[in-house]
């Protein structure tokens, strides 16, 4: 009897377990949640472009274990017994600091990153020093266990009692994770991984996004800790650690040059402790070093003052940072002049020289502009703006600054130079590392004299000018 189907059909399991994927798989709009059958270009719902991303076609019933004894009841608020999450530190300082203290039970942590800035080597040498204590397990995609040996000698923890599991399935992972009971995983990294449930490519949004919900679900069940390791990609082939922001507890950033060997970490999120807090590391040859006094790494080491470099105090969490602002002012060659702003916001660099036009008398309408955070930081907040300002002033006129000078303070278009938080911890800081005099803004003149430093305070951009040289 030939085959049902037809010549050319099959009907082994093969056939069958195709096609049972395929069933089980769909495709929703991320705009407004329409389903189709298969990927098309357009939504078929609302028309919007390349919206169609793929998804489980399972029942959510199937997918979460429901609760015992049916709905979940309504509790009142102040019945609920809120206990304080307890941190256990990692035993890198540096790391703890952005951690918030340290790593709580069943949270999920994200590190992303530029490829080869050292995110694996910080999570082998932060796991090497958990397990210590607690049981930690690092999964590698990306690298052989071979490899992660190879560079467990490297960095002198070789012998650790950390499990390896060189294991991209993230159904095998989570089998060996509740066999085990590690405390603390790696995932090395979240787009190597991927899940049998969905037919697309491993690191695609959809694979990135199940495979991260799914070890969600386990850390939250089990009290692990995971964290996640993400690559910023360019493309959009891969998806980045952007789609998982909203699914984990703490998203961490590695930045820096990869050219020079200080690194940063900065929280973006965390829903255990304070955003913005930064660690810096050096990287040398046996891994990542906490650096303890980062303010010195921001700072060029100029013989005596050259015009268009400015010493800023910035604050970055709870850690006082100076930074130097460097600024080159020189006639264009082009017909229209380039405004070029590196570790900064580029529109608050255009607002300033519009301030620093009409308020200061000082135009830069026929020359480029170029702007530089040193060491490779990012500044976000408003008090660089006078530091910025009097680092163009500074080149503009050709005119090095007095030596050991700080500046701080926000700029306002109306001229005026408003306070920033934290003044006097600032000055102290500046202080500490021997800068003898201060410009900032009036409102944050300290009461009493800060020993060291001589303070300046200003209202204004045309005040602060007469001060500037004086
Ligand atoms: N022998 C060595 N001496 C000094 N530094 C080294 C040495 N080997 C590696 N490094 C540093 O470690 C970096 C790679 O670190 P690591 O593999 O942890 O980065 P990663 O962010 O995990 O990269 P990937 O994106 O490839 O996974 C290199 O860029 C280099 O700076
Ligand atoms: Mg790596």
């Known amino acids: 009897m030939p085959p049902r189907g037809g010549p050319g ?32 270009g357009q939504c078929p719902g609302c028309g919007a472009w390349n919206t169609l991303v793929e998804s489980i076609a399972v029942a959510p019933a199937s997918r ?44 999920v942590i994200l590190l992303g990153g530029d490829p080869g800035i050292g995110k694996s080597t910080l999570l082998l040498q932060a796991l090497a020093q958990i397990g210590q204590t607690r049981a930690g397990l690092y999964v590698t995609g990306e690298e052989s266990a071979e490899q992660v040996a190879l560079r467990a000698q490297r960095l002198g923890v070789a012998d650790s009692r950390i499990g390896v599991l060189a294991e991209i399935q993230v159904e095998a992972i989570i089998a060996t994770i509740r066999e085990t009971r590690p405390k603390v995983v790696v995932i090395d990294s979240i787009q190597t ?9 491993p690191g695609s949004v959809a694979q990135v996004r199940e495979c991260a919900a799914q070890l969600t679900r386990v850390a939250k069940q089990l009290g692990v800790t995971i964290i996640l390791v993400g690559h910023v990609t360019k493309e959009g082939a ?46 040398t040859d046996r891994g990542l070093r906490g650096v303890n006094n980062p303010s010195a790494l921001f700072l060029s080491q100029h013989q005596a003052p050259v015009p268009g470099s400015c010493v800023l105090v910035t604050l970055e969490g709870s850690r006082p940072l100076l930074v130097e602002i460097q600024a080159l002012v020189d006639d264009t060659q082009s017909a229209s002049p380039r ?82 938080q934290r003044g006097q911890d600032r000055l102290r800081e500046a202080a500490k590392l021997g800068f003898g ?34």
């Open 9 to 40: 059909l099959h009907t082994c399991g093969y056939r069958e377990a195709i096609l049972a994927k395929v069933r089980a798989t769909v495709y929703h709009c991320t705009e407004c949640g329409n389903q189709a059958p298969k990927w098309q």
């Open 238 to 283: 891969i998806a980045g650690p952007r789609v998982l922001e909203h699914i984990v507890d703490t998203v961490l950033y590695f930045e820096g040059d990869t050219h020079s060997s200080f690194r940063i970490i900065r929280a973006i999120k965390n829903r255990f402790g304070a955003v913005n807090e930064l660690g810096v590391f050096a990287m």
């Open 437 to 470: 005099t201060a410009i900032v803004p009036r409102a944050n003149d300290p009461r009493g004299k800060i020993a060291g430093i001589d303070v300046t305070p200003v209202a204004r951009v045309d005040e602060m000018m007469q001060n500037l040289w004086a």
């Open 339 to 420: 405004r070029l702003a590196v570790g900064m916001e580029p529109a608050r660099l255009a607002m300033l020289l519009a301030v620093m036009h009409r308020h200061a008398g000082v135009s830069c309408g026929n020359q480029d502009v170029f702007v530089n955070a040193v060491g490779g930081v990012r500044i976000a907040e408003p008090a660089a703006d006078l530091a910025i300002l009097v680092a163009i002033l500074s080149s503009v006129k050709n005119r090095p600054l007095r030596d050991k000078l700080i500046v701080f303070g926000e700029v306002g278009l109306a001229g005026e130079i408003r306070p920033v």
């Open 193 to 201: 991984v991927y899940t049998e449930a969905l037919a697309s490519a």
């Open 64 to 107: 979460f274990q429901p609760l015992p004894g049916g709905r979940t009841p309504v509790l009142e608020l102040g019945s609920i017994p809120a206990t304080d999450a307890a941190r256990q530190p990692t035993g890198i300082a540096e790391l703890d600091r952005v951690l918030g203290g340290g790593t709580v039970d069943g949270a």
